[in-house]
């Protein structure tokens, strides 16, 4: 234990006096290089939209998208997470289990255009599925059904590594998917492309404008059986635990700050590496107070990284990457 010393000579603001002071003693600092920047990528042609629920984020055709790719690059941010919004969904998401996927496409693209952007690939059905689930569904009953959608995960993994993604990244709660995702790459000679679990995902409000922008409501239900109880802590580290235990290479909280206390439970259990997802609500919120002038943007976008690094995430993935890059650029 620290003993602090007694008034009067003791003066905490010494160290808080002038700028360089306070950084020289700053426990924790937001970098571009421990941001992962979100993209949502649409089919179609000569196209780039505007998402109306989260401003200055939009929907890229792949024939834009270079330009988008090239000034990620340039401004020190190391890894992206493409999500797409394909033409054709269907009950089996097909989409991603074939080369010309909308989202083996742009990898492809994204590694043409700058080979060193790692690209870890959002892993799951709801994008790509006409019911808009993470799971396969038995249409008789409205089921979910845990196996096939763990064929599925596993083959749509290995047509994503093939297609160059640096990172698997399973998000839709499958009891199992790690493992299942493990022994697809494995057994397709993937043995070094790493697994980042979304292994704490909250059944979570706050994904409200994502809907919006990856398109991908569910058509019926909720996703309250897979997704976390947002009462649950415990729960999270046995979830996180089984990845692991799965061989899960780096584990997800999400959302980031209403759950800092599982992102810092999780921190102290467990030796992996930990990451945050920053939603869209957390996003939209603060873009929604700025526009009214209630909140000055910049400080609390910085304040909520620097706070969930704090609380022990190693990373952040984070719609604000592009603007952090530049606010600290000077
Ligand atoms: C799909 C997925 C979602 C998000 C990331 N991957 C939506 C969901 O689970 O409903 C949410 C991202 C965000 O809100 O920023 N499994
Ligand atoms: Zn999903």
């Not at 009950?91 to 010309?100: F, K, P, R, V």
């Not at 742009?106 to 892993?123: E, G, N, Q």
């Amino acid at each position: 234990m620290t003993t602090f010393p007694t008034y009067p000579t003791y003066r905490p603001r010494r160290l808080r006096r002038t700028p360089n002071m306070r950084t020289l003693v700053r426990e924790n600092t937001v970098t571009p290089q421990n941001l992962i920047y979100p993209i949502f990528i649409r089919h179609g042609k000569d196209d780039v939209r505007e998402i109306s629920s989260m401003p200055g984020q939009f929907q890229f055709t792949i024939d834009r998208l270079a330009k988008e790719i090239k000034e990620i690059h340039k401004l020190g941010i190391l890894a992206v997470m493409p999500f797409g919004i394909p033409e054709h969904k269907d009950a089996q998401g097909s989409d991603n289990l074939h080369d010309d996927g909308i989202i083996p496409r742009a990898i492809r693209l994204i590694k043409d255009t700058c080979p060193d952007l790692m690209v870890i690939s959002d892993m799951c059905l709801c994008d790509y599925s006409d019911h808009g689930h993470c799971t396969i569904i038995d249409p008789s009953n409205n089921h979910m059904l845990n196996e096939p959608t763990l064929q599925y995960l596993r083959d749509a993994s290995v047509v994503h590594a093939r297609a160059g993604a640096d990172m698997i990244a399973p998000s839709g709660m499958i009891d199992g998917m790690v493992h299942a995702i493990r022994e697809g790459l494995n057994g397709a000679g993937f043995v070094y492309t790493p697994i980042m679990s979304y292994a704490a995902k909250y059944a979570s409000a706050f994904y409200g404008p994502f809907r919006n922008a990856a398109e991908c409501a569910p058509q019926f239900g909720d996703r309250t059986t897979y997704q976390m109880d947002p009462g649950n802590a415990r729960e999270a580290l046995k979830e996180v635990a089984i990845d692991i235990a799965e061989g899960a290479d780096i584990v997800m909280v999400k959302p980031a700050l209403p759950y800092l206390d599982v992102v810092a439970a999780v921190r102290n259990k467990f030796d992996v590496p930990v990451a945050a997802y920053h939603v869209s609500g957390e996003y939209a919120m603060l873009h929604a107070a700025a526009q009214n002038g209630w909140l000055d943007l910049q400080r609390c976008a910085l304040e909520s990284l620097t706070s969930i690094k704090r609380a022990g995430a190693d990373m952040i993935l984070t719609y604000f990457a592009k603007d952090a890059a530049k606010w600290l650029e000077n």
